[in-house]
């Protein structure tokens, strides 16, 4: 879908925009600066994970009543007990073993995009393509919508201790939230407020088993020091957000009976009942102000990908420019802003998360097969970090063993997860396949990329960054 478009002379830009020092280190060009160092990437994987698993289905819903009374004779509370502990452990074992996948697949393939550029280098331009459709118009705004939502039910929660919440006042405190922190994005604080003086330069959403997995592979392009700050960054941040998992349920458990569990849709919430009386505001503040760092850092990481598909010709080239004064990816950012707005208006919220849980899943799978396929198609491939074959084997072994069991269980909803998905393949081969277009298209995409450049003040990025 590019058009052609005249790009704006950087001189030009830097003169008439007064571009900060910031910008200027570069003589002016136009591209995505690498700022974030070793602190910034444990801070953000701890930040996101925490703000997913809140906006997350309740986990509990693994555990229903009927399997708490399957083991008759044994402590109930014990046996749940082991479970939940158990089941966080093992979650933040996987997570571990599919993060350091990952750390191969971003330092092998230095690439911005995530999964979209993995996937389009081992398996080419339809897949990446299906990848991209699929997060850019179901579950990234899926994810944004329901994140903007949790946050709204915790921060009003204090205020309506033993009421029913409003819906219209949560939906609209959803919304401006996401608003919010998608004019952040596009003011670039999450950069500036990035910055570490102190980092070497270098030249190089229930707690299911993606979520911890998805900052690592998304913040790899924004790295400094990629190589040496990845892999600490991981083996800091999982053992440690598992460690509170586990410390965090022993304490639930040590308070809460499996009934009361079962029975609450905000665990951390009943809890804070029990044991801080007066105080237990607290808690719902605490988690909010967690949900909203995870949702800053999914907005900003959401928008690179779909910037860096833009800019590959996989989405229309309106998408493919940076702000000339913020080289933030303004278009990228009022995009994913309206779906996930269009999102929270939506009936059913929480069977489009099934979905994307789904393929998210399946994708990542994807992914960390195209490790192994490139262990074999590209033995000779430069690998800063290389794991056993076994690690991502026994991950992807893992991981279809989750996708065969929703086929068994819910073969609908994996239809309609597929359907969704399969949804982008007319588009690819009418936006992507088909070069000759009627010449009224290709001025209307023309057009349609001058007005974005125009209206956000951008322009493309120079080409020699990648």
Same mark, same amino acid.
């Given at each position: 879908?590019?058009?052609?478009?005249?790009?704006?002379?950087?001189?030009?830009?830097?003169?008439?925009?007064?571009?900060?020092?910031?910008?200027?280190?570069?003589?002016?060009?136009?591209?995505?600066?690498?700022?974030?160092?070793?602190?910034?990437?444990?801070?953000?994987?701890?930040?996101?994970?925490?703000?997913?698993?809140?906006?997350?289905?309740?986990?509990?819903?693994?555990?229903?009543?009927?399997?708490?009374?399957?083991?008759?004779?044994?402590?109930?509370?014990?046996?749940?007990?082991?479970?939940?502990?158990?089941?966080?452990?093992?979650?933040?074992?996987?997570?571990?073993?599919?993060?350091?996948?990952?750390?191969?697949?971003?330092?092998?393939?230095?690439?911005?995009?995530?999964?979209?550029?993995?996937?389009?280098?081992?398996?080419?331009?339809?897949?990446?393509?299906?990848?991209?459709?699929?997060?850019?118009?179901?579950?990234?705004?899926?994810?944004?919508?329901?994140?903007?939502?949790?946050?709204?039910?915790?921060?009003?929660?204090?205020?309506?201790?033993?009421?029913?919440?409003?819906?219209?006042?949560?939906?609209?405190?959803?919304?401006?939230?996401?608003?919010?922190?998608?004019?952040?994005?596009?003011?670039?604080?999450?950069?500036?407020?990035?910055?570490?003086?102190?980092?070497?330069?270098?030249?190089?959403?229930?707690?299911?088993?993606?979520?911890?997995?998805?900052?690592?592979?998304?913040?790899?392009?924004?790295?400094?020091?990629?190589?040496?700050?990845?892999?600490?960054?991981?083996?800091?941040?999982?053992?440690?957000?598992?460690?509170?998992?586990?410390?965090?349920?022993?304490?639930?458990?040590?308070?809460?009976?499996?009934?009361?569990?079962?029975?609450?849709?905000?665990?951390?919430?009943?809890?804070?009942?029990?044991?801080?009386?007066?105080?237990?505001? &607290?808690?719902?503040?605490?988690?909010?102000? %967690?949900? +909203?760092?995870? !949702? @800053? #850092?999914?907005?900003?990481?959401?928008? /690179?990908?779909?910037?860096?598909g833009a800019r590959n010709g996989h989405f229309p080239s309106m998408l493919a420019v940076l702000n000339?004064?913020?080289?933030?990816?303004?278009?990228?950012?009022?995009?994913?802003?309206?779906?996930?707005?269009?999102?929270?208006?939506?009936?059913?919220?929480?069977?489009? &998360?099934?979905?994307?849980?789904?393929?998210? %899943?399946? +994708?990542?799978? !994807? @992914? #960390?097969?195209?490790?192994?396929?490139? /262990?074999?198609?590209?033995?000779?491939?430069?690998?800063?970090?290389?794991?056993h074959v076994i690690v991502p084997l026994c991950f992807?072994?893992?991981?279809?063993?989750?996708?065969?069991?929703?086929?068994?269980?819910?073969?609908?909803?994996?239809?309609?997860?597929?359907?969704?998905?399969?949804?982008?393949?007319?588009?690819?081969?009418?936006?992507?396949?088909?070069?000759?277009?009627?010449?009224?298209?290709?001025?209307?995409? /023309?057009?349609?990329?001058?007005?974005?450049?125009?209206?956000?003040?951008?322009?493309?990025?120079?080409?020699?960054?990648?």
């Open positions: 879908m590019p058009a052609k478009t005249n790009n704006v002379q950087p001189q030009i830009e830097k003169k008439l925009l007064n571009l900060s020092p910031m910008e200027e280190q570069d003589n002016g060009k136009i591209k995505m600066k690498r700022h974030m160092g070793l602190l910034e990437g444990v801070a953000v994987i701890l930040g996101i994970i925490f703000g997913s698993a809140f906006a997350a289905l309740n986990f509990t819903e693994f555990f229903t009543v009927r399997n708490i009374h399957f083991t008759k004779g044994c402590n109930r509370r014990g046996w749940f007990s082991w479970v939940i502990i158990g089941y966080m452990g093992v979650v933040g074992l996987l997570s571990m073993v599919g993060a350091i996948c990952y750390a191969e697949l971003g330092t092998s393939i230095p690439k911005s995009g995530g999964d979209y550029a993995y996937i389009n280098e081992a398996f080419g331009p339809l897949p990446s393509f299906l990848y991209l459709w699929a997060a850019n118009i179901i579950f990234v705004p899926t994810t944004n919508a329901i994140m903007g939502l949790t946050f709204a039910n915790y921060v009003i929660q204090p205020f309506f201790p033993q009421c029913t919440l409003p819906d219209s006042s949560i939906r609209l405190i959803a919304a401006s939230v996401i608003c919010k922190l998608i004019i952040r994005n596009y003011l670039n604080f999450m950069t500036e407020e990035l910055q570490n003086p102190f980092v070497e330069e270098s030249s190089h959403n229930d707690l299911t088993l993606d979520q911890p997995v998805l900052p690592s592979r998304n913040i790899i392009a924004l790295s400094q020091n990629t190589v040496g700050n990845l892999p600490r960054a991981i083996y800091i941040s999982l053992p440690l957000v598992t460690a509170i998992y586990v410390l965090a349920n022993m304490a639930y458990l040590s308070v809460l009976t499996p009934d009361s569990m079962l029975a609450s849709d905000a665990i951390a919430v009943t809890y804070g009942y029990t044991v801080l009386g007066k105080f237990a505001w &607290i808690l719902p503040i605490m988690v909010a102000i %967690s949900t +909203f760092g995870g !949702l @800053s #850092v999914h907005i900003m990481t959401a928008s /690179r990908m779909l910037y860096v000339v004064k913020r080289l933030t990816p303004a278009p990228c950012l009022a995009f994913l802003c309206t779906l996930s707005l269009f999102m929270l208006c939506t009936s059913d919220i929480h069977l489009l &998360i099934q979905y994307s849980t789904i393929v998210e %899943s399946f +994708f990542v799978t !994807l @992914s #960390v097969l195209g490790l192994l396929y490139l /262990r074999w198609k590209n033995p000779k491939m430069v690998r800063p970090i290389r794991v992807v072994i893992i991981c279809l063993f989750l996708l065969v069991l929703p086929m068994l269980e819910s073969p609908l909803l994996v239809l309609g997860a597929l359907a969704i998905t399969l949804t982008g393949v007319p588009f690819y081969y009418f936006g992507v396949v088909w070069k000759n277009k009627p010449e009224f298209f290709q001025n209307i995409m /023309r057009k349609t990329t001058n007005f974005s450049q125009k209206f956000f003040v951008a322009a493309h990025e120079d080409k020699d960054e990648e």
